[in-house]
């Protein structure tokens, strides 16, 4: 994740290459970042397969060129809606507050598509997570694009 908005909604937000800077100390963090990591995956392969359980039913993405329901965001990557041929994510950073956390970057998107219109740009995005059952879940995401390509 995580990808978009529009494009860097969950594909874009996702495919996480960390700078030295922005390694992740804690194991909680780790796993934070194993998440936009898996949620980048997802979008670029179009398998929302491992995101039925990091995305909260309640969750909420907003994106430059519209907003999403978990539903409407699983359709669009199995869709092939959203396409993402390279984005490099920097910036990354995590905060944690007890069972909320806030994860935080840029990226940087080349190659990216919504249905068939040209995306790419840069993106300021943030996605916030609750510890529900022992298990991070996003429950609201928002992209801005700051520059177009």
Not at 36 to 57: C, H, Q, T, Y
């Amino acid at each position: 994740m995580k990808g978009m908005r529009l494009v860097g909604l969950v594909f874009i937000s996702f495919q996480i290459i960390v700078g030295q800077n922005s390694a992740p100390a804690t194991s909680e963090e780790k796993a934070l970042v194993q998440v936009e990591n898996d949620w980048g995956d997802a979008v670029s392969r179009g398998d929302p397969s491992k995101l039925e359980r990091v995305i909260a039913d309640d969750w909420i993405g907003r994106y430059p060129f519209y907003v999403l329901t978990k539903a409407q965001e699983l359709e669009l990557i199995k869709s092939g809606d959203i396409k993402v041929r390279a984005v490099t994510t920097s910036d990354l950073k995590v905060r944690l507050f007890r069972d909320v956390a806030i994860v935080t970057g840029t990226d940087d998107a080349q190659g990216s598509y919504y249905k068939g219109r040209d995306v790419s740009g840069r993106y300021l995005w943030m996605d916030i997570f609750v510890k529900r059952n022992g298990r991070w879940q996003a429950v609201a995401s928002e992209e801005t694009l700051v520059m177009s390509k």
